[in-house]
């Protein structure tokens, strides 16, 4: 089958006045209709900038290069005004911060509305009484009252569940989700988790996951990826992620998890995150923190394994 | 007996929303000890936010009383108040949102030493550089500006400012729940540490059980606006008792597992109409009659361990 999405050496650079940030180095991965992926990985690994490449929602100073093949065009090559057909039509994101990506002088319902309005012209009438369903299928109780709410009068995880219903509304063929779930309770996320199987079930939506949560990733998504210092380390199906994790960076997180009930003490990974101005161009970005390194790690890159059709690793270990 | 640092009384809040209200606080009681941690838990919504701001002495209860230090913090003098709020401080979700964006990471630990007219310039900056060291941001950042620091460490600077002023309690706010497990793990290690050396007392809220077992001694669930259960941290595991406890038991992502088909049925509740009777009736399995029509008061029904249901 075709991919909806293929990613191809992307790499996102931002030219600060204190220097280049190299957040994302050369990223491929392709992503099939109906499939989902998880991005799980260090905080500022270049996991949210990945996507916002995607979504072409990154400030002028960004240089973004690559190819991002979606439904077999180079998004790289629209301009704006093709761009802001795909968004929020075609594809859509649930982002990160809640707050900061709901306006806060609009009513909720409005502003869930507003895609409908502009891309598939809907009445009003209906965009309404598909705005009082969605909210309510997303688990938002007195929608139509809520409806008329702003934002501030909702508490962090509802502001959430809101921004989950604005993304679903127009049915895209492509759903980003940037940390959905993080502050939700487990019943309510095991519900939205949910809530996305089903419409991925009836419309066939691809979708990519950002997540912190491993036990989340592993549960909802056909494939992981790894990330660390702007790379990809590993790339797995999950089976492969959960039965035969090979990256040091993967070993370390799994390691970090608490387990319920389990009264284990957690392991940190030692040292420091990578400091993406400094990063060199050659060598393994974990290298430094990595309690296998070789001398050769930090001196020439990581060589590509690939163990299966499917898992790949970049590390020497395996070579 | 241990020594009480806060107490809770009845509180609650009520927001206008139009013409109603919302009980986003709806009468919560409790007791903390000194040197104890209490994980918080509970759906969106519920109204652990506000209670922190309650307890914090942010916004006016509408009823109730919370007492720290055996001091109301809504009934305080501007001297009291003053002196109050050095001995509670919050840490919230988002450490880039908490942290002031101009300042260096040095100005922004010291912010609070400087409103409290604590020493001077000299033994501020050897105070904080050893505020830096107790949650391991090397000196070399002293200078740097939060969006040069990744979250993990922009929240340990968080920390650090909520440690500055010495205080006996910290709320943290979903501390952790946007930084990846490593930093997560390296930040539950500090507070396990910081309680430890420090004497410290606080209440930790959070989505993540496995999370708020590892920092917490006790743990209370909230579930609109009310507390349904409070016990130690192994009892309350071990032998949930409250419905939504044990349903919120069930829901823990498990690596490996399964998205469970969420047994909880019927629609979540809203503050703006709550249910009448148990605020869980109507996602309830095991619901009676009574539940429906009379709201269950939190008892002690085990040693440390009450529960608000008609079950038992
Ligand atoms: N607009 C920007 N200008 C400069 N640097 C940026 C910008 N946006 C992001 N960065 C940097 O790019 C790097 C990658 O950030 P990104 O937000 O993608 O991390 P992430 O993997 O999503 O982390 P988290 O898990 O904490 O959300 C970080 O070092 C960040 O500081
Ligand atoms: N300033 C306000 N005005 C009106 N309603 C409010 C206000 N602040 C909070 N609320 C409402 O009070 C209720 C409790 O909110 P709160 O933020 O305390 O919940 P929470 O338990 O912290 O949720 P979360 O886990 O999502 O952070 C929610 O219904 C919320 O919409
Ligand atoms: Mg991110
Ligand atoms: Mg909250």
Redesign the interface.
């Known amino acids: 089958m075709e991919y909806l999405l293929e990613i191809k050496n992307l790499k996102t650079h931002f030219n600060t006045k204190e220097g280049i940030v190299k957040a994302v180095n050369g990223i491929s991965y392709g992503l099939k209709k109906g499939e989902t992926v998880s991005i799980v990985g260090e905080s500022g690994s270049g996991k949210s900038v990945s996507v916002l490449s995607i979504m072409r929602l990154l400030p002028p100073y960004a240089k973004i290069n690559g190819e991002i093949i979606f439904k077999g065009e180079n998004l790289l090559t629209y301009d704006d005004k093709k761009m802001r057909k795909i968004r929020g039509n075609n594809i859509s994101m649930i982002f990160q911060d809640p707050m900061s990506s709901l306006n806060p002088t609009i009513k909720i319902g409005q502003q869930i509305m507003e895609p409908l309005l502009w891309h598939h012209k809907v009445s009003k009438n209906e965009a309404r009484h598909k705005t009082i369903q969605i909210l309510t299928e997303v688990g938002i109780p007195s929608a139509k009252e809520r409806f008329h709410q702003y934002p501030f009068e909702f508490s962090g995880g509802m502001r959430q569940r809101v921004m989950i219903a604005m993304a679903l509304i127009s049915e895209p063929d492509l759903l980003i989700a940037d940390e959905p779930t993080t502050s939700l309770d487990v019943t309510v996320q095991a519900q939205i988790l949910q809530l996305i199987r089903k419409i991925q079930e009836k419309r066939g939506t691809s979708v990519i996951l950002i997540t912190h949560n491993l036990a989340v990733a592993t549960m909802v998504s056909d494939y992981i990826i790894v990330m660390y210092g702007g790379r990809i380390v590993e790339k797995a199906t999950t089976e492969e992620f959960l039965k035969k994790p090979l990256h040091p960076y993967t070993l370390g997180l799994l390691n970090s998890i608490p387990i319920l009930k389990s009264k284990k003490s957690l392991n940190t990974i030692p040292g420091q995150p990578p400091n993406l101005r400094e990063l060199e161009e050659v060598g393994c970005p974990f290298a430094k923190r990595c309690g296998k390194k070789m001398s050769r790690c930090e001196e020439e890159n990581p060589p590509r394994i690939e163990l299966s059709d499917t898992h790949i690793v970049y590390c020497w270990l395996y070579e | 007996m241990a020594e009480i640092i806060l107490q809770v009384e009845n509180v609650k809040k009520y927001?206008k929303?139009?013409k109603k209200d919302?009980k986003a606080v709806d009468g919560v009681s409790f007791n903390l000890e000194k040197h104890r941690s209490l994980g918080i838990?509970?759906?969106?919504?519920?109204g652990k936010?506000t209670l922190a701001r309650l307890i914090l002495g942010l916004i006016p209860p509408t009823e109730g009383d919370v007492k720290l230090l055996g001091k109301s913090v809504f009934k305080v003098t501007k001297s009291e108040n003053y002196h109050l709020r050095r001995q509670v401080q919050m840490v919230f979700?988002?450490p880039y949102l908490s942290l002031f964006p101009h300042m260096t990471i040095g100005k922004n630990i010291e912010e609070p030493l400087r409103l409290h007219n604590i020493g001077t310039k000299q033994t501020r900056k050897s105070i904080v550089l050893n505020l830096m060291e107790q949650v391991g941001i090397?000196h070399y950042y002293y200078n740097s500006f939060p969006h040069?620091l990744?979250?993990?460490?922009q929240q340990r600077v968080a920390i650090a400012r909520a440690l500055a002023l010495e205080p006996q309690l910290i709320i943290f706010d979903?501390p952790v729940?946007?930084?990846?497990?490593?930093?997560?793990?390296?930040i539950?290690?500090l507070l396990l540490e910081l309680k430890k050396e420090k004497n410290l007392s606080y209440i930790f809220i959070a989505?993540?059980?496995?999370?708020v077992?590892?920092v917490s001694d006790l743990i209370a669930v909230m579930y609109l606006g009310v507390l349904v259960e409070f016990a130690q941290t192994e009892d309350l595991?071990?032998e949930p008792l409250h419905p939504y406890t044990q349903?919120?038991?069930k829901?823990?992502?498990?690596?490996?597992?399964?998205?469970?088909?969420?047994t909880?049925s019927g629609?979540?509740?809203?503050p703006?109409?709550p249910p009448s009777g148990c605020p869980f009736h109507p996602r309830c399995s095991y619901k009676k009659e009574i539940c429906t029509k009379e709201k269950p008061i939190l008892k002690e029904i085990k040693e440390g361990h009450s529960i608000a249901c008609h079950l038992y």
């Open positions: 927001f929303v139009g919302l838990v509970g759906e969106s919504g519920s936010s979700q988002n090397p040069e990744s979250g993990g460490q979903e729940s946007s930084l990846d497990v490593s930093i997560q793990a390296q539950l290690n989505h993540d059980l496995a999370v077992e590892y595991l071990n349903t919120l038991l829901s823990v992502p498990v690596i490996g597992g399964e998205i469970l088909n969420i909880i629609e979540i509740p809203s703006l109409n």
